[in-house]
C-alpha cells in the first residue's frame, strides 16, 4: 500500500512486575525511532502494551488476594506511567485483555481450527510454571527448565497443538534468504541454529481444570489458550487484522516494519510468531530486532535479588529524563550487552552533555548575546574556516538518518557529536574573544553565525532523542520544533547551507541546559552511604532539575588565624599581577547561593574561569559585559566542586559591596 505507515512495535510486558530498565531500554527505543520517522514520513505508529494473561499471573492474583482482572487492572498503571516518566508517545498502549484482542485470537483460533492447522492429541511431557511451557527430556538442563534454571513437573493431558513443525523450512528459506529480518547478525545466527534440529509442534491449549486464566478456545470451551499464543497476536490485532476481514485499512500498518524485542524472547518471536503469521497468510515483519542485557559493572546480569538493578526513576530525578534517554542510546551499539554503572553514567552525562552540546550552545549564545546584541547574525566575512563544518554538516545528516533507519542509535547520535566537537574546536580556532577585541565584527558575526548554526543542526537532529531539552534549546534560537522538523526534511532533500536561522531572530541566553556535576547526586551517592552513616534526605516525588547538592560537611575545628602583617614589602607585591577582565558569560553556581560561575576574557586564548562570591550583591545579568580586574597568577583552586582561575578585586564597606572596574579593553595590565 503506497501510503503505508511506519511501524514499529515493543514486545508486550508481563503485567506482573513493575518496569525495570530492561523495559525503559527497549521503549525509548521505539519511541525514539517512531518520532524520527514521524519526522521523516509524516506519520508512524508505535505499538506498545502488557501481557495479561497465563499460569504466573493467576498466581500473583491468588497470593493477592484478588481477582485476575483486579490485579491486572492495579498492576497495569506502573507501565502507564512508564509512558509519562520516559515522555514515550506511543499510538496504543494494547492490553491482552482488550475485547478487540480476545476477539481476535478466538477468530484466528477458529480460522487455524478450520483451515486443519490446529489437531488434539494427548501429550506427555515435561511442564515449567516458570516458563509456562513443556519440554521434552533432551531440553532439560540437569532435570530442570532450560529458560529459567527452575523445577518441571512430569505432566500427562490432553491438550490443543499448532503445527509449527510443517513450517520450519520454509522459516529457514525465508531467513536466509532476508537477511535483515533477524537482526542483530549473532541472533540471526542463533535462530538458525535453533532450526537446524527438528521443529516440533506447539501446544497452544491450557485445560481450564488447570488453569482457567486466559482466552477461551472458541472451538474448545474447556480450554484456554496458551499465553504465548495469544500475546503474539497483539501485533496484528493492532493493525486491524482480523480473519475474513472485508476492511483493508489494516494494510496501511501491516507488515510492521520493526518488532523490537529482548535477546531472551528471540525464539518465541522469530520462531513461534514468524510460523503464526504464516498460517494465518499473512506478510512476515521488515524484521525482528533483539537487543542485549544491561549488565552491572561487573558484567552479571541485573536482579532484584543481587541488589544491582538500575533505578530508572532514580537517575531521571536526578539527571533528567532527556539524559536518560540519550545514555541508554548512546552507550551501547543496539543489540548487543552493554555494563552500567552510576560513576559511567556521570561520567558520559558530563563528557557529551555538559561539556560538549551544552559548552557549544552556551558559547554560541552568551557570545552573541554579550557582543551582537542577542540576535542571529548575518554572514559577513568568511575567516577560512567555513568550508570543513559545512561539508561536515551535510555528511552528518547522512550519516543520521542511515544510522536512524537501521535502529543504529550509537552511530546516529555519535554523527551529531562529531559535529558539536567539531563546532567547539572551530570556536577555539577562531577565537571569537579576540575578534570581538580587535573590532573585526564582520568575521566575528560569520563565526557566531556559523556557531549558532551548527547547534542548530545538532539540536534538530537529537530532538528524536531528547525532546524536551533539545526542544527547549531550539527555542533559545528562535525557532520551534515544527519549524526544526521542517528544516530538518529540507536537509535530508539537498546538504544544509548553515543558512536555516533567519537574521535578526532574537535570541535566549537563559540557563545551561546540561548542568555539569563536579559529584554525584546526592540520592545517588546515598547507595554508596555505608549503613552506619545518616542517610540522605531526599524527596523522590520531585524532579531534580539541577545538581543536586551534597550534603554538607561537618564544620571543621577552629584554627587559630595569624594576622595579616600590618606591612608589606614591593617585592612581595610585585609578585601580584593584576589584568583588565571582560565578563563575557555569567551564571548561577548550581551548588552555592552566594557564587556565580563567571567566564572573564583577559586577552588570552580562551576566557578563564572565575567563582566569585558576589552572587548576593549582583546577579548574573548585573554582572555580563563589564571590565573588572582580576589577579591572574593565582594557582588555580576548587570551590563547591568548581575549579576557579583567578580572583577578581572587589571593595566592600559594612554591608555594602562594589565591583572595582576599568576604563580599558581586556588583557591590560594593572600597574
Not at 486491524?240 to 485499512?249: I, N
Not at 530486532?289 to 536526578?318: C, E, F, P, Q, T
Not at 617585592?571 to 563567571?598: M, Q, T, W
Amino acid at each position: 500500500m503506497a501510503d503505508k505507515t511506519f511501524f514499529i512495535t515493543t514486545p508486550i510486558y508481563y503485567v506482573n512486575g513493575k518496569p525495570h530498565v530492561g523495559h525503559a531500554y527497549t521503549t525509548i527505543a521505539a519511541d525514539t525511532a517512531a518520532r524520527w520517522q514521524r519526522l521523516k514520513r509524516g506519520s508512524a505508529f508505535l505499538l506498545t502494551g502488557t501481557d495479561e494473561h497465563g499460569q504466573k499471573v493467576l498466581q500473583k492474583a491468588n497470593e493477592r488476594g484478588m481477582t485476575p482482572t483486579a490485579h491486572v487492572d492495579d498492576m497495569v498503571v506502573h507501565w502507564h506511567a512508564l509512558r509519562d516518566t520516559l515522555r514515550i508517545e506511543y499510538d496504543r498502549f494494547i492490553r491482552t485483555t482488550d475485547a478487540d484482542h480476545i476477539a481476535t485470537v478466538q477468530a484466528t483460533l477458529q480460522d487455524l481450527h478450520d483451515k486443519g492447522e490446529l489437531y488434539e492429541a494427548t501429550y506427555t511431557g515435561w511442564y515449567s510454571p516458570a516458563a509456562e511451557r513443556f519440554w521434552t527430556e533432551k531440553d532439560l538442563v540437569d532435570g530442570k527448565c532450560p529458560d529459567t534454571g527452575m523445577p518441571v513437573e512430569k505432566v500427562e493431558e490432553t491438550n490443543w497443538f499448532f503445527k509449527m513443525g510443517s513450517y520450519q523450512q520454509r522459516l529457514i528459506d525465508h531467513i536466509q534468504a532476508n537477511p535483515a529480518y533477524i537482526r542483530p547478525e549473532s541472533r540471526r545466527n542463533e535462530v538458525l541454529g535453533f532450526l537446524d534440529k527438528p521443529l516440533g509442534d506447539l501446544c497452544i491449549s491450557r485445560p481450564k481444570s488447570r488453569m482457567g486464566w486466559g482466552i477461551e478456545i472458541p472451538f474448545a470451551r474447556d480450554y484456554v489458550t496458551y499465553v504465548w499464543f495469544d500475546a503474539l497476536l497483539n501485533y496484528v490485532t493492532a493493525s486491524g487484522w482480523r480473519p475474513g476481514t472485508t476492511d483493508e485499512s489494516w494494510k496501511k500498518l501491516w507488515p510492521a516494519d520493526f518488532h523490537l524485542v529482548g535477546k531472551d524472547i528471540l525464539t518465541t518471536h522469530a520462531v513461534y510468531w514468524s510460523t503464526m503469521l504464516m498460517a494465518c497468510g499473512l506478510p512476515l515483519p521488515g524484521a525482528i530486532y533483539a537487543h542485549g542485557w544491561w549488565l552491572s559493572a561487573d558484567g552479571d546480569k541485573m536482579s532484584k535479588s543481587k541488589g544491582n538493578v538500575i533505578d530508572v526513576d532514580l537517575l531521571v530525578r536526578s539527571f533528567g529524563v532527556d539524559a536518560v534517554r540519550f545514555y541508554l542510546l548512546r552507550e551501547i551499539a543496539f543489540g548487543a550487552d552493554g555494563k552500567f554503572s552510576y560513576e559511567g553514567y556521570l561520567n558520559r552525562y558530563n563528557a557529551d552533555l555538559a561539556n560538549d552540546l551544552g559548552n557549544l550552545s552556551h558559547r554560541a549564545l552568551s557570545m552573541t548575546c554579550n557582543w551582537l546584541g542577542g540576535v542571529v547574525p548575518a554572514v559577513e566575512e568568511s575567516t577560512g574556516n567555513e568550508e570543513p563544518i559545512l561539508a561536515l554538516a551535510a555528511d552528518v545528516v547522512t550519516r543520521f538518518d542511515a544510522a536512524m533507519d537501521a535502529l543504529q542509535f550509537q552511530d546516529a547520535t555519535g554523527a551529531v557529536f562529531d559535529l558539536v566537537r567539531a563546532g567547539n574546536k572551530y570556536i577555539d580556532t577562531t577565537a571569537p574573544w579576540a575578534l570581538n577585541k580587535a573590532g573585526d565584527v564582520a568575521k566575528l558575526r560569520t563565526v557566531l553565525r556559523t556557531t549558532l548554526e551548527i547547534t542548530y543542526l545538532s539540536a534538530a537532529l537529537l530532538s528524536c532523542v531528547m525532546p524536551d531539552k533539545m526542544g527547549e534549546l531550539i527555542g533559545k534560537l528562535g525557532r520551534t520544533p515544527a519549524l526544526a522538523d521542517d528544516d530538518v526534511r529540507a536537509w535530508l532533500a539537498a546538504p544544509p547551507t548553515l543558512r536555516s536561522l533567519p537574521e535578526s531572530t532574537p535570541l535566549t541566553l537563559g540557563d545551561p541546559l546540561f548542568p555539569r556535576f563536579r559529584e554525584m547526586p546526592a540520592e545517588i551517592a546515598a547507595l554508596f552511604t555505608a549503613p552506619q552513616e545518616s542517610p540522605v534526605e531526599t524527596k523522590p516525588e520531585a524532579p531534580v532539575a539541577a545538581p543536586v547538592a551534597a550534603p554538607a560537611p561537618a564544620p571543621a575545628p577552629k584554627k587559630e588565624i595569624a594576622e595579616a602583617p600590618a606591612e608589606i614589602q614591593y617585592e612581595d607585591f610585585a609578585k601580584v599581577k593584576l589584568r583588565v577582565g571582560k565578563i563575557v558569560s555569567a551564571e548561577k553556581h548550581p551548588k552555592a547561593n552566594r557564587l556565580l560561575v563567571l567566564q572573564v576574557d583577559i586577552g588570552e586564548e580562551k576566557p578563564r574561569q572565575i567563582l566569585a562570591g558576589i552572587a548576593e550583591k549582583y546577579t548574573a545579568e548585573q554582572v555580563l559585559g563589564r571590565t573588572i580586574i582580576v589577579v591572574a597568577n593565582l594557582a588555580p583552586r576548587k570551590m563547591m566542586g568548581m575549579e576557579s582561575q583567578g580572583m577578581l578585586l572587589a571593595a566592600s564597606l559594612d554591608d555594602a559591596l562594589s565591583l572595582v572596574t576599568a576604563d580599558i579593553g581586556p588583557g591590560a595590565s594593572v600597574k
